[in-house]
């Protein structure tokens, strides 16, 4: 067994709490360090843990030295992975590795950012000897509006996506958000309001672009065997299946910019691991920087054919109702989108197996989580699922 | 405002971000200066690769030698920006574009030269280098192609 697809790791650890910060959004009274500490006690207090259970600590944007230092804990593990904002499912997967070796028990994954309010945030540095520096800086990219898209118009003209279908992206993801009390935008929208929007970089137009957020996000993660030993108060929540994997710093230098192939190098690992396929899945998350993220992930992913996931969308199937619910707290483009969104790809997961989400889908037995990291730079991806799954 | 057919490549723009070499690229930019963009071809997969660097991503190979490209490509894919980056003030809207060369990279680029609008910048377009002053250095840019066909570049 090799390329982590090992499955007698499946189950073997898993989410025994998970807590988003009190507040997301607009949250000027809280620094980044102060989202990832309050999420972490939050996270600890929904696992029944205290500080002195935790014996590893993971972190990105702010080193798991810092938080683990303010939350007064000396951590024997740490992992600062930071690959953008799939780390955390990164780190999940690198706790599953670090428990089943023994290196560790109980390991606190923690996630905070002001992005919004920018409040003691590290500042944005740019290096122009770096090879975005040097290969893409020139040609005047203003952030990833500009750039993350830049691969729209050859899969438009390779496989058909229409405007309308792109759109219909953010018009599925509100109607979920429309029930999603802690979501930033919640007011129903439709195709038409999506591209009489403001343009930012075409074919993006506004609404098709991601929140800019305050917020943050905490996990706590250990043994199966220790999880079933020390019951906490919410059920388990088993990791079945992981994968990562990292394409290019360079969103210009994709080996395909109509796919992501970490998206599907990640998945494909995650799924093996997992022993299940997509069929099997009841409850999708698939990061939306951007409207075409969820395109091209359900396609990478292998839930529709090529070409197939702008219709498949469009068609309502994955809105509220639809055969697969995606994106049920309204995603990047309408709940929260801090910078490093991937935490709270993980806490809907989260909320939706344990039956406690905000527009709770019946009877999740099996969520799936994808994540990206930069610009189609990196992917994780987490397959979860209840109890009940851990004989399948 | 919009770039028309009449404009060549852009002036040089007080504050547009400037590359900065590395011993690694070095030679890619002494030769923006010179008019040329050199590519490095694998001498061991004999495939042709960019950015710039020590050893061919192909094969692992570190014999990589430099080559003068024909200048040749087609337009790949792009965004058309409305923000404007530092410098780009007065050129909003303007594409951010992926060329794919004649020998078979791609590379981000500006289109110059012709309007910058979704009706006139026609994915798989032939294009041609064109260098523009920036700061100490010479950034390539991508202007259509004289003739309009980019020879010898496939479908
Ligand atoms: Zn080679």
């Known amino acids: 067994m090799s390329g ?40 600890l207090a929904d696992a029944g843990l205290g500080i002195g259970d935790i014996d590893g600590v993971a972190a990105a944007g702010i080193s798991p030295v810092v938080v683990a230092h303010a939350l007064g804990i000396t951590p024997t593990y740490v992992d600062g992975t ?22 560790a028990e109980v390991v606190l994954i923690t996630h905070g950012e002001s992005g919004r309010s920018r ?27 500009t750039l993350f898209p830049i691969g729209v118009l050859r899969y438009m003209q390779r496989y058909g996506l229409t405007h309308e279908q792109l759109a219909s992206v953010a018009v599925a993801q509100r109607r979920w958000a429309h029930q999603v009390p802690r979501a930033m935008f919640r007011d129903l929208i439709t195709v038409e309001d999506v591209l009489a929007s403001r343009m930012v970089a075409y074919p993006m137009h506004l609404l098709e672009c991601c929140l800019v957020t305050d917020g ?39 080996e395909d910019v109509t796919t992501s192939k970490a998206f599907r190098l990640s998945s494909a690992r995650a799924f093996a691991q997992a022993g299940i396929g997509p069929k099997d899945v009841d409850h999708l998350m698939i990061y939306d920087a951007f ?26 199937r994955t809105s509220p109702g639809g055969e697969l619910p995606l994106n049920t707290n309204g995603g990047g483009l309408s709940y929260t989108h801090t910078g490093m969104y991937g935490m709270f790809l993980v806490q809907e997961s989260v909320r939706q197996l344990r039956g406690e989400a905000a527009a709770q889908v019946p009877g999740v037995e099996v969520s799936v989580a994808q994540g990206v990291g930069g610009m189609f730079m990196a992917a994780g991806t987490l397959v979860l699922g209840t109890e009940a799954t851990l004989s399948g | ?18 590359p900065r070499p590395t011993p690694e690229t070095a030679f890619y930019w002494e030769g923006t200066k010179q008019g040329e963009l050199r590519l490095q071809r694998c001498g061991a997969c004999r495939q042709v690769f960019f950015y710039p660097r020590s050893s061919c991503p192909h094969c692992g190979s570190t014999e990589v030698p430099w080559f003068v490209a024909s200048g040749r490509g087609r337009l790949h894919s792009y965004v058309i920006s409305h923000r404007a980056a530092p410098g780009f003030e007065d050129e909003v809207p303007y594409a951010i574009a992926l060329v794919e060369l004649e020998e078979g990279p791609r ?5 110059v030269g012709m309007p910058q609008t979704p009706e006139a910048l026609v994915l798989d377009m032939a294009l041609e280098v064109a260098f523009e002053p920036r700061g100490d ?8 192609a004289a003739g309009g066909a980019a020879s010898g570049a496939g479908a």
Not at chain 1, 16 to 39: Q, W
Not at chain 1, 291 to 316: C, K, N, Q
């Open chain 2, 137 to 144: 250095q010479m950034v390539p840019v991508f202007q259509p």
């Open chain 1, 82 to 103: 930071m690959v953008g904002g799939c780390s955390f499912l990164v780190h999940v997967r690198h706790a599953l590795a670090a428990i089943a070796a023994g290196l």
């Open chain 1, 4 to 43: 982590g697809t090992d499955r007698s790791l499946r189950g073997a650890v898993a989410i025994v709490g998970a807590a988003e910060s009190e507040r997301i959004g607009v949250v000027p009274d809280r620094s980044a360090l102060e989202l990832h500490v309050e999420s972490a006690r939050l996270a």
């Open chain 1, 291 to 316: 409207a075409h993220l969820p395109i091209y992930g359900l396609e990478d992913l292998g839930f529709v054919g090529r070409g197939e996931a702008g219709a498949f969308i469009a068609e309502g």
């Open chain 2, 1 to 18: 405002m919009s770039q028309t057919a009449t404009e060549g490549p852009r002036s040089s723009g007080p504050g547009k971000p400037v």
């Open chain 2, 107 to 111: 590379l981000m680029a500006n289109i």
């Open chain 1, 216 to 254: 943050g996000g905490a996990l706590v993660v250990t043994s199966a065997a220790r999880a079933k030993a020390a019951p906490g108060p919410k059920p388990p929540v088993y990791v079945l299946g992981t994968g990562e994997a990292s394409e290019t710093p360079l969103v210009s230098m994709m």
């Open chain 1, 119 to 145: 409040v003691g945030a590290p500042p944005r540095v740019f290096d122009p000897a770096s090879p975005q520096g040097q290969f893409e800086a020139p040609y005047g990219p203003v952030g990833p509006p």
